[in-house]
């Protein structure tokens, strides 16, 4: 079983839906990365959460500790915002990170 | 300020050879770690480096090493090339161990 789960694998919406990304852990964690990565390689990273909520531009990440869950949000989708996220677990116990496989995301104007 | 560099971005090896990419951190951060990339099997974590010392390693074989110089810049390095190395190999650099992570444009190893 994977340390990180996320779902759904691939997305495809029509500009200016709310799109929702999922991510299950199972290890204690120190903190939980949303990673964005589009053709070509290169990884942004898009928030970094302990608890709560963060919020940058249309974009709002939430955790719940107790629950194990973190959720990706995108208001408004946009084509620009396809890409593949990815949600990255750092354990708090061998300090290292557990990814998940990904969210295909495309946005059709 | 600049971003985490690798060099090189591509690289074509035979198998059998060995290979050393390069990673530079953003100015001032001590923590740079390393991930591999493929389709299968998606980002694994390779290592991490902590002020010159490796802090945890990956599930790896040991032809995957790597090293941290006292200016934070890091190397890793894969000997005896296998088909299956192929791969994205990507760094982030961290400013301290709970810190967000900044990553690499990634160097695209290709083994043929």
């Known amino acids: 079983k994977n340390e990180v789960e996320q779902s759904p694998q691939n997305l495809t919406a029509q500009e200016g839906e709310f799109i929702t990304i999922n991510c299950s852990y199972s290890v204690g964690i120190s903190a939980l990365h949303w990673l964005q990565q589009h053709p070509g390689g290169g990884i942004v990273s898009l928030f970094m959460?302990?608890?709560g909520k963060k919020k940058h531009g249309r974009l709002i990440a939430t955790i719940n500790i107790q629950e194990k869950h973190s959720s990706l949000h995108i208001t408004a989708s946009h084509p620009r915002d396809s890409a593949v996220y990815i949600c990255a677990a750092h354990s708090n116990t061998g300090n290292q990170f557990y990814f998940g496989t990904g969210t295909s995301l495309t946005v059709i104007p | 300020k600049a971003g985490v560099t690798q060099t090189p971005r591509y690289l074509i090896k035979t198998r059998g050879q060995q290979v050393t990419l390069s990673c530079s951190p953003i100015?001032?951060?001590?923590?740079v770690s390393w991930y591999q990339q493929t389709p299968g099997q998606g980002l694994q974590f390779l290592f991490e480096?902590?002020?010159?010392?490796?802090?945890n390693k990956g599930n790896f074989p040991g032809r995957f090493s790597g090293r941290q110089f006292s200016n934070s810049r890091s190397e890793m390095n894969v000997s005896t090339l296998e088909l299956g190395d192929s791969a994205l190999y990507l760094c982030?650099?961290?400013?301290?161990?709970?810190?967000?992570?900044?990553f690499g444009q990634g160097t695209r190893l290709t083994v043929v």
């Open positions: 982030a650099s961290r400013l301290g161990m709970n810190t967000e992570a900044f």
């Open positions: 480096y902590f002020s010159e010392t490796q802090r």
């Open positions: 100015s001032g951060h001590r923590s």
């Open positions: 959460l302990s608890s």
